[in-house]
C-alpha cells in the first residue's frame, strides 16, 4: 500500500525543501504539511498541487500499485 505522506515527505527532503516552503506554496499552513506527512491518503487536489510544485508526478505510485493488481 503506498503512503503517499512519506513519499512526499521523502521527496521534499530530496530537494532539500522545508515543510514551511511547501505550505506555503500550495497555500497551507505548517502543521498541515506534517498532517500529510503522517497521512497514508491525501485529497487528489491538495496531491496534484503538491505535484506541480515539487514538479514530482506523486500519482504514478498509485498508477503502478494497482496496475500490478489488475491482471489485463
Partial sequence: MVHI???IKQELERQERSPLWLAKKIN??????YHIF???SINTLILLRISIVLNYNFFEYYY???KTQIKM
Fill in 5 to 7: 505522506g512519506q513519499l
Fill in 28 to 33: 497551507c499552513t505548517r502543521p498541515n504539511i
Fill in 38 to 40: 503522517n497521512s497514508p
Fill in 64 to 66: 503502478d500499485e494497482y
